[in-house]
């Protein structure tokens, strides 16, 4: 197909819009939402979309600014399979479609309206579209050579088979790769196959094969419970057999237990008068085990008598040494708490002998040191008096004022300023004075001479005329203010002085620095001679005194205290009293602590005794207690030899007992064992074989009982038929089994047939697709300069797996490829099929961006490859894009979408 | 008898089997024998179902005045699970069950029955007949087991039940009825009469049984008489076991005169040998299927039959379609190098699937 040209009426932004197209490249080109994409758009609703769709993708090509429902239009010419076309399509408001043939130039209606969508998709080879619009897949060819949008993708398998669409003929004996016939077969293979397999190969659930083999396990089943069933009842037969066998053998044995007893009744026996004998042997021996067991009684009452006798007087004797030992123990503890008291004693006179000491020594102390301090007081008394009236006679010469440092620095300064503002004065070459007068007047003073002036303002420089005697007129400027200020400020700085002289009393200055100075000396004689009474003591002299007079008062008290004669003897008024007092202190300490350890002592004896003696009564109430009981033990042992007599007694009384019993049980054991000889006889016979009798009969009829269970259960299962429904059963089998092994051959055989058929489409459809293959292979080489050298199409020419120099196999997969390059290599699958479809008619490449990842050297080399094959093929392309110089390689027509030209 | 191997037939012929006692019972109505000898497996099996007890009960039924004598087998042999214990055989006035070796008169004749106690014995089971040589009267033993000698011994069950084969001089008695074996046999005494006889089963059970399907009416006129024994067949079911070889395309034409010849025939088996192309695959299928409407039963064996293909692959079927006719070759070249016969079927099949696949669609 050729397209010659387009136009557009009410067209989303293109109101009217005609474009015409180079036979060979036309790039139309304009920036974002200029209507580009849209030129595309209207040429595939006008080839594939029916004018009267309600699709919503067709009522969304009226403009934006129509208000309600407008008529949009596109009309194409084209030229296919050599015959020239023009369609023209009205869609929304007013729909319909013309489709004409051109000859010359004149357009001949061939048809209209649904009859012409119809003519047109089977010029185009297209497929009819529903009533929601058409779609890429049903574009036919197309699809892979016009790319709007919404179909930048190629094609994958899910998007059916491309044979038919890309005239995939087989290469050697012409004709299409997939035929209707081989499609109607392959679908009743598959038919066939699905009713055993599914997709993958999986066995299905519900197949005839899956059924058969239920069918055949749950017979199978059934086989396994009939022949269990058989056996069963075979078994039990065996084992009725087996009891039947037996059941004679005991019924023989029955009747003869039966005979036995019959003979044993015949044998009775009288036992009546050996029992008698027996009876009265057993009484003897009763008897004589009586007497045997006083004996022993009387012989252990006798010997537990004595025993507890014995127990009793160690008892006794026990405590009574007890007793005597403690008692000594008493005895010890009583010495030994008098020497304890003893020595207490001792200790507290020699305590009381300390204190007396120490008491002595300290009185002694006291006084001399009362003494001293009495002295010292006196002492420190008078100095301070001495420094007190020194004191109060400087007091008086003290100023009532002094002069501060500050004032003196402040008048000193008042007289710098005073000298330095007459100097400041006198540069002025004449000696002025001014002097402010009454009301602003000045009296000036030129030279110590008064001049008349006139009223002058105190505002600043004034110039005034003055005469000066020897000077004449002389023109007196001055800083009033200034010089106002200064004698102002001299004649306070003057007054300050002499207020602050005579406030204290002098004339000058230097006189109050010399009453300064010598007020300073006095203060600092009186602060010495304070100082010096403070170091002296610090308290007042009346606390002195008060001080004094208690340490008279303790003096007096000391003196009064008499001394004993062993303190006078002792205490020795020579040497150091305090070291005196000392020693005596440290004696008593000492011979109070050795007191406190003899009383500590004295306490715990004390305390020993007192445990020692309440041990002691308790020991003597348990002697008394034992002898109490001894009396008892002794009393009863009395009473039991009183009634028993002695234990050599009872011994000999036991021993005669104990003969006698052996005799008697003698006498006796020959009776029973004559006895018992007697009725082990017969009557025990008739007993042992009553109870034989009875333990076989249990045995039969328990036997006979399992007999006719197993009879009732052999014949019921008998009747059940078991055996006939198992020979059902396996014919059953039988017969699944020939069907299941028929059945899993046709399976295998329609499975190996599936395979075949798919095995032989896929290597005629490889041969058919290959010279595609190769075309893209070698446009890839050329693009991506031999980087991608080999490519894998699949039967719906989509490309699976592409090779990479350096990697031997061809290893990548599509999704791996960048963006650029799965543009490069559809371009590469569209160009190719676009060069093969031209052998049957020239093509025409609608390519929307097709470069948006693609690099400019790639591109470029794109371009050569589609500029070659619209030499050597009659391609015709167009190209819709934003960048149109990536696209001047082309040669053709560009078409400014904005200006159309 | 099981009816087994038969497939689908065997239902089929165990009915008939029962079905054709009557014609055992009808025979001898109309032949006025004296009594019916049944010696033994009448029932397979002791636990038959109760329905097919009915069927032979009311068989019986049918010819009341025919006194009926029967020796259980060792398949339907005497025990408390013996199918005689049945209450529904008691109501039977006619028929007496023969459950011990005491003697039972007949009319005409004295009976020497010889149970079978035991699936196995080592006993001769004739051991109990007494020396009758100087009793009057017709004297005729019953048994069911083996002749010892008489026949190869393929399992156990065979030998398990022996029977002394000079009963006949070691006893003088007049007759042995036998049962036990399913084809019909007579022996002789040492002086060639025959005095030994097995009927067979009245109906054939399955392929292979010869001379089955038969019952023997034996007049016997007087003591020590010869007796006359005269074949009667009462087999409803006719059956044929053939092979047949396949050479070329004419057997089929062979194979259809064949099936023609045995067009009466009910039970058929037919072993297959030989080659057949594969086209001629289809056409042999189509004839098996249409005979296995016309018999009871065809049960055919083809395993040994090798499907060829033609050694010219270069002129295969021609579909129309390229890729099928490639298939179609892919598969043939598959068969000629594939030796297993299995596989060898499966492409085969797949092989005719095309075939027809190809052929509907093309119309």
Redesign the interface.
């Known amino acids: 197909m050729k397209l010659h040209r387009v136009e557009l009426e009410n067209w989303r932004k293109h109101t009217k819009r005609r474009i015409d197209f180079d036979d060979n490249a036309t790039i139309i080109y304009g920036p974002n939402e200029t209507g580009k994409s849209t030129i595309l758009e209207a040429l595939s609703k006008a080839f594939f979309d029916r004018s009267s769709s309600h699709a919503e993708s067709i009522k969304g090509v009226k403009p934006r600014t129509a208000s309600g429902n407008v008529t949009s239009s596109v009309t194409v010419e084209f030229t296919l399979n050599e015959t020239r076309y023009r369609v023209e399509k009205n869609f929304n408001l007013r729909r319909g479609t013309s489709l004409y043939k051109v000859v010359g130039n004149k357009p001949v209606l061939q048809a209209q309206d649904d009859s012409a969508d119809e003519q047109l998709i089977k010029l185009l080879e297209a497929d009819l579209p529903s009533s929601r619009g058409s779609k890429p897949s049903q574009w036919g060819a197309f699809r892979w050579l016009w790319t709007p949008q919404e179909n930048r993708e190629l094609p994958t398998d899910k998007d059916g088979d491309p044979t038919a669409a890309l005239h995939l003929e087989r290469g050697e004996t012409g004709g299409v790769l997939v035929t209707p016939k081989f499609q109607d077969v392959q679908n009743l293979v598959q038919t066939s196959c699905a009713r055993y397999f599914t997709k993958t190969g999986r066995a299905v659930s519900g197949s005839p094969i899956s059924n058969t083999e239920e069918e055949i396990q749950e017979h199978e089943n059934r086989r396994t419970e009939l022949a269990d069933i058989i056996d069963k009842v075979e078994a039990e037969k065996h084992q009725l057999r087996e009891l039947e066998q037996q059941l004679p053998g005991l019924e023989q044995k029955i009747a003869a237990t039966r005979d036995e007893l019959e003979k044993a009744q015949t044998e009775v026996v009288d036992l009546s008068a050996i029992e008698s004998k027996l009876e009265a042997s057993e009484a003897d021996v009763r008897e004589a085990k009586r007497n045997v067991q006083d004996s022993e009684k009387a012989i252990k009452e006798l010997k537990n008598s004595a025993k507890e006798v014995e127990s009793l007087q160690k008892k006794e004797k026990k405590a009574r040494d007890n007793l005597s030992r403690l008692e000594a123990v008493c005895e010890h503890l009583e010495k030994r708490q008098q020497e304890a008291k003893a020595e207490v004693e001792e200790k507290a006179m020699k305590i009381r002998e300390c204190e007396e000491l120490t008491k002595d020594a300290r009185i002694l102390w006291t006084m001399a040191d009362t003494e001293k301090k009495i002295k010292d007081s006196n002492e420190r008394i008078r100095k301070i008096d001495d420094i007190t009236t020194k004191i109060e006679k400087l007091s008086k010469e003290e100023a009532p004022v002094v002069p501060t440092e500050d004032e003196i620095e402040k008048l000193s300064n008042s007289l710098a300023r005073i000298e330095a503002l007459k100097e400041s004065l006198a540069m002025r070459g004449l000696t002025v004075t001014v002097t402010p007068g009454k009301k602003g007047s000045l009296q000036v003073e030129v030279d110590g001479k008064n001049l008349e002036d006139g009223r002058l303002k105190d505002t600043g420089a004034e110039s005034v005329s003055v005469t000066a005697p020897e000077l004449g007129k002389v023109d007196v400027t001055a800083d009033i203010k200034q010089a106002h200020d200064a004698k102002v400020d001299i004649k306070g700085l003057q007054a300050s002085i002499q207020s602050t002289l005579k406030k204290y009393s002098v004339k000058s200055i230097d006189q109050l620095k010399d009453l300064s100075r010598k007020q300073n000396d006095i203060s600092k004689k009186i602060d010495l001679l304070q100082a010096e009474r403070k170091g002296i003591d610090e308290r007042t002299v009346n606390e002195m005194a008060r001080e004094l007079k208690k340490l008279e008062k303790i003096l007096e008290e000391c003196k009064k205290t008499e001394r004993t004669p062993n303190a006078i003897k002792l205490n020795s008024l020579d040497g150091d009293l305090a070291e005196l007092m000392n020693i005596r202190e440290q004696e008593q300490e000492a011979a109070k602590t050795v007191l406190d350890r003899a009383r500590t002592q004295r306490d715990e004896v004390d305390k020993e005794h007192l445990e020692k003696k309440q041990e002691l009564a308790g020991i003597r109430a348990e002697q008394k207690s034992c002898s109490e009981e001894l009396e008892k033990a002794r009393a009863r042992e009395r009473e039991v030899i009183t009634q028993h007599g002695s234990v050599e007694s009872q011994e000999k009384n036991l021993s005669t007992a104990n003969a006698d019993l052996t005799k008697k049980n003698e006498a006796y054991k020959k009776i029973k064992q004559r006895h018992d000889e007697l009725e082990k006889g017969p009557l025990n016979r008739i007993k042992r074989l009553k109870k034989q009798i009875e333990n076989q009969d249990q045995v039969i009829r328990q036997q006979q009982t399992s007999i006719d269970q197993l009879k009732g259960g052999i014949a019921k299962e008998s009747l059940g038929g078991a055996y006939s429904e198992l020979t059902e059963t396996e014919s059953q089998i039988e017969i699944l089994t020939e069907r299941l092994e028929k059945e899993r051959m046709r399976a295998e055989s329609f499975k190996l047939l599936k395979e075949a058929l798919e095995n032989q489409y896929h290597s005629a459809l490889s041969g058919v697709v290959g010279p595609i293959k190769d075309e893209v292979k070698a446009s890839l080489s050329y693009i991506t300069r031999f980087m991608h050298e080999d490519v894998e199409l699949n039967e719906y020419l989509f490309p699976t797996r592409f090779g990479e120099r350096g990697i031997d196999d061809i290893s990548l997969e599509f999704n791996d490829a960048s963006s650029g390059l799965k543009e490069v290599l559809a371009l590469c699958v569209r160009l190719a099929i676009a060069k093969h479809l031209s052998k049957r008619d020239s093509q025409c490449l609608v390519l929307d961006d097709p470069f948006v990842h693609v690099s400019t050297d790639r591109s470029d080399r794109v371009i050569e490859k589609i500029n070659e094959a619209i030499s050597e093929h009659g391609l015709q392309v167009i190209v819709f894009t934003h960048r149109p110089m990536e696209f001047s390689g082309f040669t053709g027509r560009m078409v400014d979408i904005q200006s159309d030209k | 008898m099981?009816?087994?191997?038969?497939?689908?037939a065997?239902?089929i012929v165990?009915e008939i089997r029962i079905e054709s006692i009557l014609n055992v019972l009808k025979s001898a109505q109309e032949k006025n024998a004296d009594f019916v000898l049944l010696c033994g497996d009448i029932f397979?099996?002791?636990?038959?179902?109760?329905?097919?007890v009915k069927k032979v009960v009311a068989i019986f039924n049918q010819y009341p005045r025919i006194p009926i004598y029967l020796l259980p087998g060792n398949h339907d042999i005497l025990?408390?699970?013996?199918?005689y214990?049945?209450a529904i055989f008691q109501r039977l006035k006619h028929l007496t069950i023969i459950t011990t070796d005491d003697v039972v008169e007949v009319v005409g004749a004295t009976l020497h029955p010889c149970p079978v106690l035991s699936k196995v014995t080592a006993q001769d089971l004739t051991a109990r007949i007494p020396n009758v040589r100087e009793t009057d009267g017709i004297h005729i033993g019953v048994a069911h087991g083996s002749l010892v000698g008489k026949f190869p011994s393929s399992n156990w069950e065979d030998t398990a039940l022996p029977v002394d084969p000079s009963c006949i001089e070691r006893t003088g008695i007049d007759y042995l009825a036998l049962g036990h074996w399913h084809s019909h046999r007579a022996f002789d005494d040492d002086r060639g009469v025959p005095r030994i006889a097995y009927s067979g089963t009245h109906e054939q059970t399955k392929f292979g049984e010869d001379d089955a399907g038969k019952c023997l009416l034996v007049e016997i006129e007087k003591k020590g008489d010869p007796p006359k024994i005269d074949t009667i067949t009462t087999g409803k079911l006719t059956w044929t076991s053939d092979e047949f070889e396949m050479k070329d395309s004419s057997s089929l034409d062979e194979l259809k005169r064949h099936f023609e010849a045995i067009r009466d025939i009910d039970m058929v088996r037919l072993e297959l040998h030989g080659e057949l192309p594969l086209e001629l695959k289809e056409e042999l299928e189509n004839m098996l299927e249409f005979q296995a409407t016309i018999h009871k039963n065809l049960r055919v064996k083809s395993e040994s039959l090798n499907i060829t293909v033609p050694p010219e692959l270069e002129t295969p079927f021609d579909?129309?379609?390229?890729?099928?006719n490639?298939?179609e070759t892919?598969?043939k070249e598959s068969l000629s190098k594939e030796t297993d016969p299995g596989q060898r079927?499966?492409?085969?099949?797949?092989l005719?699937?095309?075939q027809r696949?190809?052929r509907?669609?093309?119309s």
């Open positions: 099981k009816g087994g191997g038969l497939g689908e065997g239902p165990r397979e099996h002791n636990m038959v179902s109760q329905e097919t025990g408390s699970d013996c199918v214990n049945r579909f129309g379609d390229p890729i099928l490639q298939t892919y598969l079927r499966i492409i085969v099949e797949a005719a699937h095309l696949y190809g509907e669609v093309g």
